[in-house]
């Protein structure tokens, strides 16, 4: 139900944008997350956006270079990568939320991508 994409290859310092697509309903009030998993590591908190995109929560490591936002008209949420680097080699998952706050912990979240990989090259 819910589909990541736009990760590949992507140079030091560069941009990506990936895109989380929801299908068979409607995520407009979900809050919606981007989690993140690094070979060896655990899966880590990334961004997260309320449902109607006026509150949103980046974790230290990414915030002033990752920008969460969504559009409800496309069922779509976005996650801007800018100035990457090379500790954001992971696979990066969405993930969407019944609950009405924006949550860090992986265990609120109802329903996951299947994850898409971002890897950061030279």
């Known amino acids: 139900q819910l589909q990541a994409s736009g990760g590949g290859s992507v140079q030091f310092g560069g941009s990506l944008r990936l895109s989380c697509a929801a299908s068979g309903r409607t995520f407009d009030s979900y809050a919606t997350g981007w989690f993140r998993q690094a070979p060896g590591k655990e899966r880590e908190f990334v961004a997260g956006i309320s449902w109607s995109g006026g509150t949103t929560f980046y974790a230290d490591s990414v915030k002033g270079r990752f920008t969460i936002s969504r559009d409800n008209s496309k069922n779509t949420v976005y996650l801007q990568m800018n100035s990457v680097k090379w500790e954001d080699t992971a696979v990066y998952y969405c993930?969407?939320?019944?609950?009405?706050?924006?949550?860090?912990?992986?265990?609120?979240?109802?329903?996951w991508g299947q994850g898409t990989q971002v890897t950061v090259s030279s």
């Open positions: 993930a969407a939320s019944r609950g009405t706050k924006v949550y860090t912990l992986a265990r609120n979240y109802d329903y």
